[in-house]
């Protein structure tokens, strides 16, 4: 089992920056990707930024350029910077780690920007 633990959401003007962290637990060898999804009121849960244990990053059209994901060199914790934030990048912000073909999420940390 691995158990994931975000932290750094919070109330933010547009334009504004914060930092997303995500902390694993319990049985992190083989955790093989690692990424950030965001859940917005009345819309599915969508995907934000991933990275691999081999340090590969993907990430959504909507936040290239303003959006990083890193990790430290123990692949222990998560980063998600966020620069640049506009209103519609509010949601719940969930972490999730992919590992043996199963799926970890975390209970998600709230992000809200306001215009």
């Known amino acids: 089992q691995v158990q994931l633990a975000e932290s750094g959401g919070g109330l933010v003007q547009a334009g504004a920056s914060l930092r997303l962290s995500c902390a694993a637990s319990?049985?992190?060898?083989?955790?093989?990707?690692m990424g950030w999804y965001r859940q917005a009121p009345g819309k599915q849960r969508e995907l934000v930024a991933t990275?691999?244990?081999?340090?590969?990053?993907n990430y959504a059209d909507s936040v290239k350029g303003r959006f990083t994901i890193s990790r430290d060199n123990a692949k222990n914790p998560v980063y998600l910077q966020m620069n640049s934030l506009k209103p519609e990048d509010t949601a719940v912000y969930y972490c999730?780690?992919?590992?043996?073909?199963?799926?970890?999420w975390g209970k998600g940390t709230l992000v809200t920007v306001s215009s």
């Open positions: 999730k780690a992919e590992r043996f073909g199963m799926d970890y």
């Open positions: 990275i691999t244990s081999g340090g590969t990053t």
């Open positions: 319990g049985s992190v060898f083989g955790i093989l990707r």
